[in-house]
C-alpha cells in the first residue's frame, strides 16, 4: 500500500460496536444509525453471519429489521465454498471502508468476533500470531480512527436472557431450519470449519437425522446449545476486557437494566425501550457525536 494511503487510513473515522452475544448489538447500530447518522452503513463481523444460510439460527438481523440501511460482509459468502478467516475478513473489510468512505458515509464496525475486528484493526496484524489465546501482545496502535462502544450485560443477567432467546428462536423456526439444511443434504456440502459451526447445528444433528422422535435427544440438544451460548458470552467479553487491557480504548455501556426489564416485564416493550433509549442510546450517541466532532 502506498505510504499515502495509509495515512489516509489512519484518520478516517469508523465506528465499532462490540461485546457479547445477545447485548443488542444490532439493534444499537440501526438506533444510530437511524436516528442520527443516516449516512452510516453496516460492516457485520459476525463469524457465521457472513455466511449465507441459517439466518435463523445464527441470527441475523432481519431485513425488516434493518430499516434501509446498508450492511455489508452480511450472508455474503458461500458456506460450500469459502471459510473466512481473520486474514480475509482484514481485507474483505478494509476495503469495504474504502467505499463507504468514498461514498461520504460513516463505515460502523458491528459483531461479535473479536478476533475479525483485531485482525482488521491493529495495525500490526500477524496472522500466526494469537493475541486471544496466547500471551502475544495486543497491537494498540490501529489502521482507522476509532470509536468503540462496548454494550455489556452482567453475567448472570445475560445467562438467563441467552436461555430464553434460544426458546425463541427455536419457537421462530431454527428447528424448521435445520430439519432443512440436514434434509437436503447441505451440511454435507457446506465447511464444517465455517458455517457448520454455529451453535445449534452440531447440537441438533443427531435428534433431527434421527427423525425428531426422541423427545430426551431434543431437550439434551437445546440444553446443550444454551449452554454453548452462554459460554460464548463469556469468552467473548474475555476476549474484549483484553484488548482493553491491551491498551484499546473501549467505552464499555452497561445495558444490564434493560435485560433485566426484558426478563421481568410484560408491558409490550414500553418500559424496555425506554431504559434502552436513555442508557444506550443515549449514551452511546454522546460519544459517537464528540468522536465525529474531534
Ligand atoms: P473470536 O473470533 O472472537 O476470536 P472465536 O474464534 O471463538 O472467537 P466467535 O465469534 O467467538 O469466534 O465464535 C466462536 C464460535 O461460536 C463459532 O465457531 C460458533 O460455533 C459460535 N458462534 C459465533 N457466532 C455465532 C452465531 N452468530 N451463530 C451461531 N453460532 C455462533
Not at 448472570?156 to 426458546?167: F, I
Not at 430426551?216 to 474484549?240: H, S
Request: net charge positive; charged share 30%.
Amino acid at each position: 500500500m502506498e505510504p499515502t494511503a495509509v495515512n489516509t487510513r489512519r484518520h478516517q473515522k469508523i465506528v465499532v460496536i462490540m461485546g457479547p452475544t445477545g447485548a443488542g448489538k444490532s439493534r444499537l447500530s440501526i438506533d444510530l444509525a437511524t436516528c442520527y447518522y443516516n449516512n452510516s452503513e453496516i460492516i457485520n463481523s459476525d463469524k457465521m453471519q457472513v455466511y449465507r444460510g441459517l439466518d435463523i439460527t445464527t441470527n441475523k438481523i432481519t431485513m425488516q429489521e434493518r430499516r434501509g440501511i446498508r450492511h455489508h460482509l452480511l450472508g455474503s459468502f458461500d458456506p460450500t465454498e469459502s471459510v473466512i478467516n481473520p486474514f480475509n475478513f482484514r481485507q474483505f473489510a478494509s476495503e469495504k471502508i474504502t467505499d463507504i468512505v468514498s461514498r461520504g458515509g460513516l463505515p460502523v464496525l458491528v459483531g461479535g468476533s473479536n478476533s475479525f475486528i483485531y485482525s482488521l484493526l491493529a495495525k500490526n496484524f500477524d496472522p500466526k500470531s494469537d493475541v486471544f489465546n496466547r500471551p502475544d501482545p495486543v497491537s494498540s496502535e490501529l489502521r482507522y480512527k476509532c470509536c468503540f462502544i462496548w454494550v455489556d450485560v452482567s453475567f448472570p443477567v445475560l445467562d438467563q436472557y441467552l436461555c430464553k432467546r434460544v426458546d425463541e428462536m427455536l419457537g421462530s423456526g431454527m428447528l424448521e431450519e435445520l430439519k432443512e439444511y440436514f434434509g437436503s443434504g447441505q451440511d454435507l456440502r457446506v465447511k464444517r470449519n465455517g458455517l457448520g459451526q454455529a451453535i445449534g447445528v452440531p447440537e441438533l444433528e443427531g435428534y433431527v437425522k434421527d427423525g425428531l422422535k426422541c423427545e430426551e435427544m431434543y431437550e439434551e440438544a437445546v440444553r446443550r446449545i444454551k449452554d454453548n451460548t452462554c459460554q460464548l458470552g463469556k469468552r467473548q467479553v474475555g476476549k474484549i476486557v483484553r484488548l482493553k487491557k491491551g491498551g484499546w480504548n473501549l467505552n464499555r455501556i452497561d445495558a444490564t437494566e434493560v435485560f433485566k426489564a426484558v426478563m421481568t416485564t410484560d408491558d409490550g416493550g414500553g418500559r424496555v425501550a425506554e431504559i434502552w433509549e436513555k442508557q444506550v442510546v443515549e449514551t452511546s450517541v454522546k460519544i459517537v457525536k464528540q468522536f465525529l466532532d474531534e
